[in-house]
């Protein structure tokens, strides 16, 4: 029997673990109870069984090995009972401020939004929503701590390392709480919150702490006419930021890490769905000593982000989101010849070649992260799966045999793979894509309704439509939900042909047992990101879209050059 190998300290939160229940394999979350030198306790959170140091605990062996990352457990394969239903832990939070220049201050009206849970329809907080004053005043803010000359902008990389090492500290030691919060508002499965939006954010910190102490700011170039050119990367200025609902916390970070570490200064507009969670980081960037300005918060809706984008006191505009609200953002800052950085809408392609391994207790877990995640309301997801005509039918079970092994449920639930949709307005929206897709010929394979399991919130069933043209609008138009469509093809080229008919070029995947194969399809993909056998955004390399999936990139060390200005100075 090989020893259980366990991820993580005891006491740091649910994991996910696969391993052999009585000679059959389970996956599940479980909560490390203890865990020393190889041996662990661990217990189901499901409540079907207690692991024990390699033993379950009516004494049957057992062997369990890590997840290499904590998604979720996807893949029943063998049968388990049902989830205990668990009364899930419910809040009411009120925000009356807004965090400007350093504090909580009070909002020049007393407009608010009120925050509903997905998975719940309750009213879980509420909070103050920011005017055209409260945007005037968090910009002033950080445009008075970015001018400071003795300020954040101007300090040495490596002291503005070790504050951003300290808020990654500080959001550390709230992490429990952001998922909570992520996962109540917007539905998103709290073993998904937790892995991601409770600790990408600190690592990005981490990440571009280090870029900031290794960083060349200053160049001196030997000047083909003569003389000497120095050229210098100095921090942009002020930065808009704007961050949708789906992953808040990570989406933010996506901005506020490499823009801290060239030494800007940000007026960050979270989405009205999802502003509870950004409490806790203006918390944890005060706790960090982030000097007063340097991250303002202005939680509101669409109207406050186009004042935002178009104020006349900021440098640079990051935006998150909708293809839609993207191209109205460029078109506001191509006149005001503004530098922006787009991350949109995507309609992927999972190219499953004819070799591809589909047996799903080897690649399920990574069919779903690539699929499904966060009910499918995830922008690299492929939404269009590429099925050889050779395999077509095993393609289409094996992604109806996924689909409905996974568990929906309340998100704060930790058993739950799939939550709800993020609002009502959304589902509606999905809904919409889920009868056009009937209309226009497409066959239903599986889901389509709303499950019966749930009263309430605002679930939609993942879903599985065959006999897919890629003309039909659910092959074309982004639906951000649980709803795959499988597309026929016949060889490679008319792969690649598929996956290149699109709008969008965001993510993608090659599904292949040969990697140097799957790496030529990979190539040939107009897209900003594409996996072979699935992939993660990683913090280390750039992640952006083509097309209409946007302009620029985020992540990797790249991403500190957009918060940059190029000068050079000639010494003759
Ligand atoms: P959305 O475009 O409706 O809103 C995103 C944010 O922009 C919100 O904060 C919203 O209030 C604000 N906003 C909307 N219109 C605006 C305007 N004209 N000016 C300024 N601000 C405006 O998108 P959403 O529904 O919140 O998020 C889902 C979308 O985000 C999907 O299309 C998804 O693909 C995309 N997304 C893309 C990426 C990526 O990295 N490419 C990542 C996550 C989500």
């Given at each position: 029997m090989t020893p259980p190998v366990v991820p993580r300290e005891a006491g740091n939160g649910p994991a996910c673990y696969q391993g052999y229940l009585e000679g059959a394999l389970v996956t599940g979350w479980f909560h490390p109870l203890e865990s020393r030198g190889g041996s662990a306790t661990l217990e189901d959170s499901t409540g079907y069984s207690t692991l024990r140091g390699g033993r379950r605990a009516s004494g049957v062996d057992v062997t369990f090995r890590a997840m290499a990352c904590a998604i979720g457990a996807f893949r029943p394969v063998a049968a388990r009972p049902p989830a205990k239903q668990e009364e899930t832990k419910r809040m009411t939070i009120t925000y009356d401020k807004l965090f400007i220049g350093g504090d909580w201050t009070s909002p020049s009206s007393d407009r608010t939004i009120t925050v509903v849970g997905a998975s719940t329809e309750e009213i879980i907080g509420s909070l103050a929503e920011a005017q055209e004053a409260d945007?005037?005043?968090?910009?002033?803010?950080?445009?008075?701590?970015?001018?400071?000359?003795?300020?954040?902008?101007?300090?040495?990389?490596?002291?503005?390392?070790?504050?951003?090492?300290?808020?990654?500290?500080?959001?550390?030691?709230?992490?429990?709480?952001?998922?909570?919060?992520?996962s109540a508002q917007n539905g998103m499965p709290i073993a998904i919150s937790s892995a991601f939006e409770a600790t990408f954010p600190a690592a990005l910190l981490r990440f571009y702490a280090n870029v900031a102490r290794t960083m060349t700011t200053e160049e001196e170039r030997a000047g083909l006419?003569?003389?000497?050119?120095?050229?210098?990367?100095?921090?942009?200025?002020?930065?808009?930021?704007?961050?949708?609902?789906?992953?808040?916390?990570?989406?933010?970070?996506?901005?506020?890490?490499?823009?801290?570490?060239?030494?800007?200064?940000?007026?960050?507009?979270?989405?009205?769905?999802?502003?509870?969670?950004?409490?806790l980081v203006a918390d944890a960037a005060a706790e960090a000593g982030l000097p007063?300005?340097?991250?303002?918060?202005?939680?509101?809706?669409?109207?406050?982000?186009?004042?935002?984008?178009?104020?006349?006191?900021?440098?640079?505009?990051?935006?998150?989101?909708?293809?839609?609200?993207?191209?109205?953002?460029?078109?506001?800052?191509?006149?005001?010849?503004?530098?922006?950085?787009?991350?949109?809408?995507?309609?992927?392609?999972?190219?499953?070649?004819?070799?591809?391994?589909?047996?799903?207790?080897?690649?399920?877990?990574?069919?779903?992260?690539n699929t499904m995640l966060n009910q499918g309301q995830t922008c690299f997801m492929g939404t269009r799966i590429l099925a050889p005509a050779s395999r077509y039918d095993e393609v289409v079970d094996t992604f109806a045999a996924l689909a409905s092994s996974l568990t929906i449920g309340d998100a704060l639930d930790p058993g739950t793979q799939i939550g709800p949709m993020a609002s009502s307005a959304h589902r509606d929206r999905v809904e919409g894509y889920i009868a056009k897709g009937k209309a226009e010929g497409a066959r239903l394979v599986l889901g389509g309704g709303r499950p019966k399991s749930r009263d309430k919130g605002w679930f939609v069933e993942p879903t599985i439509f065959a006999d897919v043209d890629n003309k039909f609008t659910i092959a074309q138009e982004e639906i951000f939900g649980p709803v795959l469509s499988v597309i026929k093809y016949n060889d490679d080229e008319e792969a690649v042909r598929i996956a290149n008919d699109s709008e969008f070029g965001l993510g993608g995947s090659v599904w292949t047992r040969d990697p140097a194969r799957g790496f030529g399809v990979a190539t040939r993909v107009q897209t900003g990101n594409i996996g072979i056998n699935g992939f993660v955004p990683d913090p280390s390399s750039p992640f952006g879209g083509v097309k209409a999936s946007g302009l620029g990139t985020e992540l990797g060390p790249e991403a500190v050059h957009h918060y940059q200005q190029i000068k050079s100075i000639y010494k003759q």
């Open positions: 945007v005037d005043a968090a910009v002033d803010a950080a445009r008075t701590a970015f001018d400071d000359p003795n300020g954040w902008s101007n300090w040495e990389p490596g002291r503005r390392a070790e504050v951003m090492e300290r808020f990654a500290d500080a959001l550390d030691s709230r992490a429990e709480e952001i998922a909570q919060r992520v006419l003569g003389g000497t050119i120095t050229v210098r990367r100095d921090p942009l200025g002020v930065v808009g930021a704007i961050v949708p609902w789906n992953f808040p916390q990570s989406l933010a970070a996506f901005k506020y890490a490499p823009a801290l570490a060239a030494g800007c200064t940000l007026v960050m507009k979270p989405s009205p769905e999802t502003s509870l969670d950004m409490g007063a300005g340097v991250i303002n918060i202005v939680p509101g809706g669409r109207e406050v982000g186009a004042y935002l984008v178009s104020h006349p006191r900021i440098d640079k505009v990051a935006f998150t989101g909708s293809t839609g609200a993207g191209r109205a953002i460029a078109e506001v800052c191509g006149r005001m010849l503004r530098p922006v950085t787009l991350e949109l809408g995507g309609k992927s392609a999972a190219i499953i070649l004819d070799d591809a391994d589909l047996d799903l207790a080897t690649v399920g877990e990574k069919l779903f992260q």
